[in-house]
């Protein structure tokens, strides 16, 4: 096993054990929200997000309390977007990391609550009293909270709604992804240098232009595993932008130029973090492992 798998087994790991504790017992009242919420977050998933929080920790005396917090609280938005989008008004998907998605195991109703429920316990943790100063805190909320409205997550969504059955240029199509895929993942880059407090304006900027690049690479490939993977691999239904004719790079540039594209963005990604010498190599190779996936 390759020394990137290792960390990533233990990162993985302690993720688990973190949103663990910051999801409310299955036991408390009300206990069917609770159980609903533990299952659509905890045991999958490739907790990439939680994962560059960690590695952009790496580059600075991180405050191990706030990192954690953070890769909780943007892995718990994460998880309540893939909820909503699920759902029959949305992508009405079957299927979400080889289960039941969460209103065909808990109904729709329930699943709605969940999303909402678990959008705001992302800030309730990220929001708990610690040892960074306040300003740095109030930061990361604000960072969070702007990469998963309108102006972020949430809009990229209504975009990519908006666009089912059109033709769109590559221009359009990359600002709908800016936002539907890359704004949460450059937040959870940004958490990660955030909970350094060593790290200034310029080396956070730099992580920036790295989570840019890489946040677009990422949906690139996702287009190119919908075509090429199968479900089993996926750990959801494959093929299902084709199915809903939506946009995708693949349909705009073909299988290999999409390919090719996304490698480009992730070369580019790994220049943005030249100055950070062997502290960014965990970036470097978490870049790497955006295009190599196979799910």
């Not at 990533?8 to 929200?33: F, H, W």
């Not at 991180?62 to 008004?89: F, I, K, N, T």
């Amino acid at each position: 096993m390759s020394e990137l798998k290792q960390w990533q087994q233990r990162a993985r790991a302690q993720t688990e054990l973190v949103l663990e504790r910051v999801l409310p017992a299955a036991s408390s009242l009300p206990e069917g929200l609770h159980e609903a919420m533990r299952y659509a977050v905890l045991g999958g998933g490739k907790r990439l997000r939680p994962l560059l929080v960690l590695a952009a920790a790496e580059l600075g005396e991180s405050d191990q309390a706030a990192a954690e917090a953070a890769l909780a609280a943007v892995e718990l938005v994460h998880a309540y977007s893939l909820v909503h989008d699920d759902m029959p008004a949305m992508d009405n998907d079957s299927l979400r990391r080889g289960k039941p998605t969460c209103h065909v195991q808990y109904g729709e109703a329930a699943a709605l609550l969940v999303g909402d429920a678990l959008q705001t316990l992302a800030f309730d943790v990220l929001s708990r009293p610690g040892a960074l100063p306040a300003a740095r805190q109030l930061e990361m909320v604000h960072t969070l909270a702007r990469a998963s409205g309108s102006l972020g997550m949430a809009g990229g969504q209504a975009i990519d709604l908006q666009s089912v059955g059109r033709q769109i240029g590559q221009a359009e199509l990359e600002t709908m992804h800016r936002l539907k895929t890359g704004a949460l993942i450059r937040a959870a880059v940004a958490l990660g240098g955030l909970s350094c407090p060593d790290l200034g304006e310029d080396a956070l900027a730099k992580l920036d232009s790295y989570a840019a690049k890489l946040g677009l690479a990422f949906q690139v490939i996702d287009d190119v595993l919908d075509c090429e993977a199968d479900t089993a691999t996926l750990g959801k239904t494959a093929g299902k932008d084709q199915e809903a004719d939506k946009p995708t790079y693949v349909r705009l540039m073909g299988l290999a130029a999409a390919r090719a594209y996304a490698e480009r963005l992730v070369a580019e990604a790994q220049q943005a973090l030249a100055g950070f010498g062997e502290r960014a190599e965990r970036l470097r190779q978490l870049a790497a492992y955006v295009t190599a996936r196979g799910n």
